[in-house]
């Protein structure tokens, strides 16, 4: 059974920085593309970034620059690192394995985590 358990979200102050964890279990996430989307309240998903099994990091335009992908497939965990933090950016983060198609990101599996909740506020 896949899980997929984000952590790592809080409330931070505009300018700061987090680092997410997501922890997969279910799969081989070392033959998994992964990557991270965000969900503003009554909005869909949408791709922040993507680590595929090469260590090739893609980034949504929301974090470009200010975002860092990685990957320890070891642990089983994929990270996300957004500095400069805004409060645009506050959201809750969700990871998934991914697949690439037509220069688009996909999802692998229908099952979502439960997510890590970024806020951002002085």
């Known amino acids: 059974q896949v899980q997929l358990v984000e952590s790592g979200g809080g409330l931070v102050q505009p300018g700061g920085s987090l680092r997410l964890s997501c922890v997969a279990s279910g799969f081989d996430m070392s033959n998994a593309d992964m990557g991270w989307f965000r969900q503003f309240p009554g909005k869909e998903r949408e791709f922040v970034a993507a680590?595929?099994?090469?260590?090739?990091?893609d980034y949504g335009d929301s974090v470009k620059v200010r975002g860092t992908i990685s990957r320890d497939n070891a642990k089983n965990t994929v990270y996300l690192q957004i500095n400069r933090l805004k409060p645009e950016d506050a959201a809750v983060y969700y990871c998934?394995?991914?697949?690439?198609?037509?220069?688009?990101?996909?999802?692998?599996?229908?099952?979502w985590g439960r997510g890590t909740e970024v806020v951002v506020s002085s």
């Open positions: 680590i595929d099994t090469l260590d090739r990091a």
């Open positions: 998934n394995a991914l697949y690439r198609n037509y220069n688009r990101w996909y999802t692998l599996f229908s099952s």
